[in-house]
């Protein structure tokens, strides 16, 4: 067996997602390579190489993948899928983005989302928001897969030393260009990695009233999330949800403010280690699935837990 | 333009599933179903560039057996002018409905292709990309703002870092967040109305496709669920609880 992960980055480090997917490819088992696509991506690849236990990274360094266009860089999984039995990509925006066109010009399924594996043609994912588990037996040729990081423990980003093979890609598609990037989440604690998450739903009323969310997760180290209800209503933007088809994370606290605990806000956090629902509304799903439930008007509880802290 | 919205029939996303007792699936006997979310957004959008003028036509197209026809109606009472129906009792993976959509797309020849950026049953986030490739068109995906000018389509895309802005040459395939616009309800004229909007019926066996799917489904099981929690009456007792007891903070 032999695994090809697509490396998630911005050409100079290494997503922390990948590093989790490169588990999954540990798990099934055989040769790791990466693959590395993007402009100036030197510093990203270097990174790369020393991932404990990658075999090779493969680099294509060209303007045509500075961006991570979906139909270059998909064309590019295409010309080198072929020597491999796995194509792994974490379940990120940018891995959703790609992988399923580079199946289809495969003529492969996708497994979406692994949450473990099995064997290596066997994976388990959730479907229904993660209300039920699908154990899929794959019988294709190459198996396509994105992981969902929580899942899996990252590999350590030190103490490897693979060698380095310059690729090249086909000519540019010419089909999308990039035009733009707001990010608008960058100054906070990652979201995906954080060890505590403290959100807001609509209970928060306005985004001015996150300010105390804020102020409790600086005082914790947390990072702030969010509702699809609070996203919706304009009070945060959308780098900050969480749910089905937000973010779905893991933290081992996550403090749930002024959330009504929809399935599709579950969907994104029942796996985290300890959760706390601070609601004024006792009857609010939230609290079934709650460590500590605090039934409260948020306006009083949180400045008070922010003092308390 | 013409303009091809593709839709799915789904579990009511209010509705939580339950797994089977055999481990089979999902018991959807009963079950309340509805239009997939992201796709009533996908059609929404559709029709408002109709009223832009930027379209002129709209046909929504499905898979299934059945009551797949409801969601049809439903997508017609919406404004879509025609429909069309791919009659299948298999359940299709991503691919092969991505192999049916394009021999659609064949078939009609549209300017834009609209799809949700997944279906809430599935959760797989495929098609749209897949059809793409297949027809060797652009995408743009999780997108929730939509422009287009003469044979581009300027699309803002939700990713995790944030939005980002990329400019599709048309034709596309452009899957559709939640944040692209608010449907619009149906009233009970649309409805009647939707009745005798034409609606084409396309047997699967007759696109001649290879649709056998590529995974088995060895069994579906509920997740382990949490064990009930306390409700601590003060906040002090909650900071104490996580201090000392859960050791989190």
């Known amino acids: 067996m032999s695994n090809l992960i697509v490396v998630e980055h911005d050409n100079n480090e290494v997503a922390a997602a990948t590093l989790h997917a490169i588990t999954a490819a540990q798990q099934i088992g055989g040769d790791i390579d990466l693959l590395v696509a993007g402009e100036n991506c030197g510093a990203a690849a270097e990174a790369a190489t ?171 180290g947390a990072a702030v999330g969010a509702s699809r209800a609070a996203v919706d209503s304009g009070f945060v933007p959308n780098d900050f949800q969480v749910g089905q088809t937000g973010k779905v994370i893991a933290p081992d606290l996550y403090i749930a403010v002024g959330i009504s605990g929809a399935i599709q806000h579950l969907a994104g956090m029942k796996e985290s280690k300890v959760i706390v629902a601070i609601n004024n509304d006792s009857e609010a799903p939230i609290f079934q699935v709650a460590d500590y439930g605090l039934v409260a008007d948020l306006f009083d509880a949180v400045p008070e837990f922010d003092a308390a802290l | 333009m013409k303009i091809l919205v593709c839709v799915k029939r789904v579990l009511d996303p209010q509705v939580k599933a339950r797994v089977k007792a055999d481990g089979s699936g999902v018991d959807l006997a009963n079950a309340k179903m509805t239009m997939n979310p992201f796709d009533e957004n996908a059609l929404e959008e559709a029709l408002r560039l109709r009223e832009a003028g930027t379209a002129e036509e709209i046909v929504v197209v499905s898979i299934g057996a059945g009551k797949t026809e409801e969601t049809l109606r439903h997508g017609l009472a919406m404004g879509a002018d025609r429909a069309i129906n791919v009659v299948t009792e298999d359940v299709l993976e991503p691919l092969a409905i991505a192999k049916v959509l394009k021999a659609i797309t064949d078939q009609e020849a549209p300017g834009l292709v609209l799809a949700g950026k997944q279906a809430i049953d599935d959760d797989s986030n495929q098609t749209a990309q897949m059809l793409a490739a297949l027809l060797g068109w652009s995408q743009g995906t999780f997108v929730s ?105």
């Open chain 2, 145 to 249: 703002d939509l422009k287009i000018e003469g044979d581009t389509a300027t699309t803002i895309r939700e990713v995790d870092s944030g939005l980002e802005t990329i400019a599709v040459k048309m034709p596309a395939v452009i899957s559709v967040d939640l944040r692209l616009n608010e449907p619009r309800y149906v009233k009970l004229p649309d409805v009647m109305k939707a009745k005798r909007k034409p609606m084409d019926k396309i047997e699967l066996e007759s696109l001649g496709l290879d649709t056998a799917n590529r995974m088995t489904t060895l069994k579906v099981e509920e997740p382990e669920g949490r064990a009930a929690g306390i409700i601590v009456e003060s906040v002090s007792e909650l900071v104490e609880k996580l201090r000392n007891e859960a050791k989190v903070i």
């Open chain 1, 50 to 220: 020393k991932i404990a236990g990658v075999s090779t990274v493969k680099v294509a360094d060209n303007a045509m993948f500075g961006h991570h266009l979906a139909e270059n860089l998909a064309s590019l999984i295409v010309d080198i899928a072929g020597d491999y039995s796995h194509v792994l990509v974490s379940a990120t925006t940018f891995g959703k983005n790609i992988m399923p066109r580079a199946a289809a010009l495969l003529d492969t399924a996708q497994i979406s989302e692994i949450v473990e594996v099995v064997s290596a043609d066997t994976f388990i994912r959730p479907i229904y928001a993660g209300n039920a588990l699908a154990t899929v037996q794959s019988s294709d040729s190459i198996k396509m897969i994105t992981v969902r990081t929580i899942k899996f423990e990252p590999a350590a980003a030190e103490g490897g030393s693979a060698s380095v093979e310059a690729i090249t890609g086909g000519a540019d598609s010419g089909l999308s260009s990039w035009v733009s990037a707001a990010g608008s989440n960058t100054d906070q604690v990652d979201l995906t990695s954080a060890k505590i998450v403290v959100s807001g739903g609509r209970g928060m009323q306005n985004g001015d009233n996150f300010a105390m969310l804020h102020s409790v997760a600086d005082k914790l």
